[in-house]
């Protein structure tokens, strides 16, 4: 773990999370456990490295890709509570799991059997399925980031951190995701979608049934090559016991051509669950035929099934033995028998891969050498408006024009912004025409700007990239917008603006914290102190009457310091003196003089001198 990291355990991170212990490492984040003191209840906190932290980019991108996992909510996805943008820090709070990863489970049980198997694939397929409604690719799935609960559920983790990653490594055309499970297309370098964690699912199940990965290597460039080019054996070749339908299943989602992959983690959910139906209605005391299933005697005949289709195998014959059953010659006849069948479809894929290779090659660059044709350059049509093109009469027959659309703001509607073949290329001239794919631009398309003023701003985002928007978010504080809600956006609700244009959000922080400086009031009156202490948008507490050597009027104490720093409105208590403690006058016993013995005079009189009442003094007096 970075060293770094460990200045973080045992402090408070927002006045709420308190860091316990480090967990877990990554190369990107260390994830710790830690309390939140507000719902009392243990969460995980992934911290990206501080070295991370340091790039604003990487930093707003884990920003985004946060909110964007925040709105996901579902039981086999770990729930992503909250995250903190700071000058310093970034992280994501997202529940604790109490359990094992797959990986760890699969390293301690080794293969797996299928009914397991079948259980956690279905559990992570529903994952992925509401993950990619949203539109939130994994990229990532592995055993690594599969949590198993001590229920048997499966939780899928880091949805938000592979998101990030692929968004970090794409600039530099680098492969994303774990190479031993990574798709044929991410190995390449080229844009993924949901059909790329459907592959990496098939890996997973791969490894599941048989306890091993379909590809090795020296090191991760000849995986990753074996991903593009090579097929693995069969799950059957390496356990013969795993059922035919779920061996099928396994090798059509890691099917290298993503067009006959499964296209969607929801037609995969039909095929585990059809698979599961089929197994479930198979008596328990029948065993398994030569298709990996069981067989059932119905009239006489032995049928087997895999999922799919049934199949007549003969009449009167005795029930077909399971593996376990079989001599050991037997078994090791049939294991051959599998071998030289996987041998001769290895032999006739290479045979089909050479095929289309050479055709490819004949119709773009060797039928133009051995065929003497006239030939013509393909004319630049970028730029041309699509209706002048398929209106000349010069191309007429000898192009054949079919057209595609895209939005494109910088070109108007009806300009060919790109072609098929490209332009200037030289080609045969067939009687039939030569097949030309136009790109047209439909413009600018026109969406007006949803209102999402005063809305939770995971709501508002979404609303605002359904609509067709790019989003860029800022927080700033606000003492009339609830935290989290949104302040603004710019442009402004109603206005209309092309497709792909981005907003920008202002998101409320919350009210803000004004300081202020206490002003030093000793010694001024009291209206000039109570006059100070407004000027400085502070609250004039009670102003007490106290007796003092200091003037009449004045202020003598203040409750906080002197040019202290305290939040607006603070209540500063006074104390004004009032005067010395007044001498009371003498009497006349005390001021006469002493009596002669000799002569007695009488007693003088001597009146108090006059005094005026005292002004009372109140809190508001003075």
């Keep these: 773990m970075d060293n770094s990291m460990d200045k973080y355990l045992g402090q408070l991170l927002d006045n709420r999370y308190e860091i316990i212990e480090v967990i877990g490492t990554g190369g990107m984040a260390v994830v710790y456990k830690a309390l939140c003191h507000r719902l009392n209840r243990y969460v995980a906190v992934k911290m990206l490295k501080e070295d991370l932290a340091l790039d604003e980019e990487f930093r707003h991108r884990f920003h985004t890709e946060s909110q964007a996992v925040a709105m996901l909510s579902h039981p086999n996805i770990v729930a992503v509570y909250d995250f903190s943008r700071s000058s310093d820090m970034e992280y994501i709070v997202m529940e604790l799991i109490e359990g094992i990863t797959l990986k760890q489970y699969m390293k301690k049980k080794g293969p797996l059997s299928w009914k397991e198997a079948l259980h956690f694939a279905t559990q992570i397929a529903k994952a992925l399925n509401h993950a990619h409604s949203r539109g939130i690719i994994h990229r990532d799935i592995k055993p690594h980031n599969i949590m198993i609960v001590k229920d048997g559920t499966i939780k899928v983790a880091d949805f938000g951190i592979a998101c990030l990653q692929n968004a970090q490594n794409t600039a530099g055309q680098e492969t994303v995701g774990s190479v031993h499970y990574i798709s044929p297309e991410q190995a390449k370098g080229e844009d993924v979608d949901a059909r790329s964690d459907i592959y990496s699912l098939g890996v997973v199940l791969y490894e599941m049934l048989t306890g091993r990965l379909p590809f090795e290597g020296d090191s991760p460039v000849s995986v990753a090559i074996q991903h593009i080019s090579s097929t693995p054996a069969a799950p059957r070749e390496v356990n013969p016991e795993i059922p035919a339908g779920i061996e099928a299943i396994t090798m059509k989602a890691m099917n290298p051509n993503h067009e006959e992959r499964y296209q969607s983690a929801e037609e995969l959910l039909a095929d585990l669950e059809e698979f ?28 087997a099934h895999d999922g799919e289709r049934q199949y007549i195998i003969s009449k009167n014959v005795e029930p077909i033995k399971s593996p376990r059953e079989l001599s050991r010659e037997g078994y090791k006849r049939r294991r051959g028998r599998s071998r030289k069948v996987s041998l001769l479809s290895g032999l006739f894929v290479v045979l089909v891969f050479i095929l289309a290779i050479f055709v490819y090659l004949w119709n773009s660059w060797l039928k133009d050498i051995f065929t003497e044709a006239e030939r013509i350059n393909i004319p630049n049509f970028v730029g041309s408006p699509y209706e002048d093109i398929i209106e000349n ?35 045969m001239l067939v009687p039939e025409g030569i097949d030309i794919e136009l790109k047209v631009s439909t413009g600018a398309q026109m969406v007006q700007v949803p209102d999402v003023i005063n809305k939770d701003y995971r709501v508002a985002i979404q609303m605002l990239e359904e609509s067709g928007f790019l989003v860029e978010t800022e927080i700033k504080a606000s003492n009339e917008i609830t935290k989290d809600y949104v302040v603004s956006t710019n442009p402004a609700p109603g206005q209309l603006l092309s497709a792909g244009s981005t907003i920008y959000v202002i998101i409320s922080g919350g009210p803000e914290v004004v300081t202020v400086t206490v002003p030093n009031l000793v010694g001024l009156t009291q209206s000039a102190a109570v006059s100070a202490l407004e000027r400085a948008n502070l609250t004039v507490g009670t102003i007490s009457p106290v007796e003092s050597e200091m003037p009449e009027g004045t202020i003598i104490w203040q409750s906080t310091p002197a040019y202290s720093q305290v939040k607006e409105h603070t209540k500063i208590y006074l104390q004004v003196s009032i005067g010395p403690k007044e001498t009371p006058a003498p009497t006349p016993e005390e001021t006469a003089p002493p009596a002669d013995d000799d002569e007695v005079s009488p007693p003088a009189v001597t009146a108090p001198p006059p005094t005026e009442p005292l002004e009372p003094v109140g809190p508001a007096g003075r």
């Design 393 to 427: 009469e010069e191309f007429a027959g000898v192009f054949n024009f079919t057209v595609v659309y895209a939005v494109d703001p910088n070109s108007p509607q009806g300009m060919i912004i790109g072609q098929s073949p490209e332009a200037y290329r030289s080609m």
């Design 276 to 303: 599961r139906k089929s197994q479930a209605s198979i008596p328990a005391n029948v065993g398994a035929g030569a298709l990996g299933m069981a067989a059932a005697e119905t009239g006489g005949y032995m049928t």
